[in-house]
């Protein structure tokens, strides 16, 4: 992620960088591994194994906040000045600053695997073809989709929610609501594992190196 003039990545540790180039690793203060990191009201926050949390102003001091569960998070967001993060068997905690965590009702017990926010709205996906819709992070909606494959990734952009899974699953929805599954120019079977967009552009990636590519 991207905040107040730093690059934030995890990779069994956080490295931060100020130009991409040159990467710098610092002391986390936890042993379990971490998988989302957010920057968002002036905070980067980092979530992980075991209900780790982890908030840091600037990317090199970092501070543990309790969560008070040990399930693992696997995504976190920010929007409408509102901290989401998502995890193990439906977890789903929200915080407006960061430090003070709200456990919240998903209605399921499957893995969540990411989340976004756009539109007005929070999406999170997961196990089995799990897609839930929040208007405030509070009460959670499931959306019908056609698939049952996991789904890894979602993303929004260009008034588009774009989610993206295993074996090769991409759906995507202007309102999260409704969903349409979309095929790869290639038709690989792999599984993506991440999706984002930028300057004009949806890119996902996968395994065996996959990376594909999408203006619409």
Known sequence: TYGNGTFVTLGGTILTSCDGTTWTERTSGTSWGLFGVIYGNGLFVTVGLGGTILTSSDGITWTERTSGVSNFFNGITYGNGLFVTVGQLGVIFTSPDGITWTERTSGIFRN????????????????NGTILTSPDGNSWTSRTNGTKNIIFGVTYGNGLFVTVGRLGTILTSSDGTTWTERTPETKRRRHLRGVTYGNGLFVTVGESGTIDTSLD
Do not use: E, I, P, S
Request: without cysteine; aromatic residues 24%; glycine residues 24%.
């Open 112 to 127: 969540l695997y990411g989340v976004t926010y756009g539109n007005g709205l929070f999406v999170t996906v997961g196990w």
